[in-house]
């Protein structure tokens, strides 16, 4: 596993970095001097519309602080790929369109960190590049825990040989960085699990099972709202029914402070939604839905209602993605990615020094489960196999390693059988 652990923690320092990478190339785009007076947000996209005429508004994030621009978001753009939006960068102030760049994803990301991330997560492979990912957040945790059991089980020997050289002297770094790391990838593992492809689904069950899914604010006008949509204006249009402004003086007198994202109605029957995007400590992820015909609000969602798993799933993925500290967060992140990869570079240096010569080191030898107490065994067997269903990359692999284990003892079995058949004298 260690291959795919290495390239997993190399593309991992990578995003961590291009947080503060994207601030720098794409500068020009995201910030302004600052001025007296924003405008109108319905006269700052009417410019970007203006400007870039193609697609529809899909969501538009005004200007958060003095010196940021505002992003209004395009889909169906030409050029742009699904799942993709084109965000036009307008300055508050003037209605200057300063740019404009395909993003991507809830954190917008722009198109640096956007290849990153999405070299991070599938190497650029699609779906079935994620099982890189997946395989290797399946068995950090595993690895770490043998990593920590056989330190502590030698603790004591390991004492003694300190400070001297060649391959003890790697076992220490190895051991004494890894056990402080531990924790990290730990938490790694788990929350990078959480929105993976299979495990991600099986918790996402499990949540749903237990009551603790992520709540939405509802979007639907519904009843005497329903019809509206055809005498205010189209749906999907940001000037839809009352409009971006009043709509946006709704969720602030709910207290919905920057940064917010308004995202128009959907069709004829759907509401505005205003939702807060702040995933940085403090989060403000509070949200709320407001009638296009007449401005009120229909339903408000705070985040402090959240079932307690979807809180601890929210802050787990952008504590993983280096979003909830800001810098010190992705620090931290950076840091862990180095750890792991010195790891497993001392991991292999170790192999080679516990070989003979040019060979490497030979592997534990066969039988040690024997040696393990029924009472012991069985129930950690049933607990292994309880994993590998919830995390299938974790219990294929392991099923498969097992399966070739098995078939080249009996092949190393019957070849000294013969071996010693052979050289048995004739009676």
């Known amino acids: 596993m260690a291959p795919f652990l290495l390239i997993a923690a190399t593309t991992g320092l990578l995003y961590a970095a291009s947080f503060q990478a994207e601030k720098i190339v794409y500068d020009h785009e995201l910030t302004v001097p ?40 395009l889909s169906g753009v030409p050029g742009v790929d699904d799942g993709h939006t084109l965000a036009v960068f307008v300055d508050p102030y003037t209605a200057k369109v300063r740019g404009s760049l395909d ?42 825990a043998g990593g920590l059991v056989l330190w502590f089980s030698r603790r004591r020997a390991l004492r003694k040989v300190r400070g001297t050289n060649g391959r003890r002297r790697t076992l220490g770094l190895h051991g004494s960085v890894g056990v402080w790391a531990a924790a990290g990838f730990f938490f790694l593992s788990a929350t990078g ?25 509802s979007a639907s006008a519904g009843g005497e709202h329903t019809g509206h949509g055809s005498a205010a204006g189209q749906a999907g249009d940001a000037a839809h029914g009352v409009g971006l402004d009043k709509v946006l003086a709704a969720a602030r007198s709910e207290g919905l402070g920057d940064p917010v994202e308004i995202v128009p109605p959907a069709d004829a029957k759907s509401a505005y939604v205003v939702k807060q995007v702040q995933r940085s400590w403090p989060e403000k992820q509070d949200s709320v839905a407001i009638d296009p015909a007449s401005g009120q609000v229909m339903d408000v969602l705070r985040f402090a209602d959240y079932p307690v798993l979807a809180k601890l799933t929210r802050w787990g993925i952008d504590l993983h993605t280096g979003i909830l500290f800001g810098l010190a967060n992705q620090i931290a992140l950076m840091l862990l990615a180095l750890c792991l990869i010195l790891l497993i570079v001392w991991g292999y240096r170790m192999w080679w020094q516990r070989g003979r010569g040019s060979a490497f080191g030979r592997p534990i030898p066969r039988g040690a489960w024997q040696q393990v107490p029924p009472q012991i065994l069985v129930p950690l067997l049933a607990g292994v196999a309880v994993l590998g269903y919830f995390l299938p990359l974790f219990g294929i692999p392991l099923a498969a390693f097992l399966a070739v284990d098995i078939v080249l003892g009996e092949i190393a079995y019957r070849r000294d059988r013969r071996t010693d058949g052979a050289g048995t004298p004739a009676q």
């Open 103 to 144: 993003q991507y994803g809830s954190t917008g990301a722009l198109p640096l960190r956007t290849w990153i991330d999405e070299f991070h997560r599938d190497l650029h492979l699609g779906e079935s590049g994620r099982l890189y990912s997946e395989l290797a957040a399946s068995w950090l945790w595993v690895i770490s």
């Open 34 to 73: 600052a001025g007296e007076r924003k405008l109108p947000i319905s006269e700052q996209v009417a410019a970007a519309r203006k400007a870039h005429p193609e697609g529809t508004v899909s969501a538009v994030r005004p200007s958060p602080e003095a010196d940021a621009t505002t992003r209004v978001m």
């Open 193 to 217: 699990l959480t929105w993976s492809a299979y495990a991600g689904a099986n918790i996402d069950e499990l949540r749903t099972s237990l009551g603790q899914a992520t709540p939405a604010v």
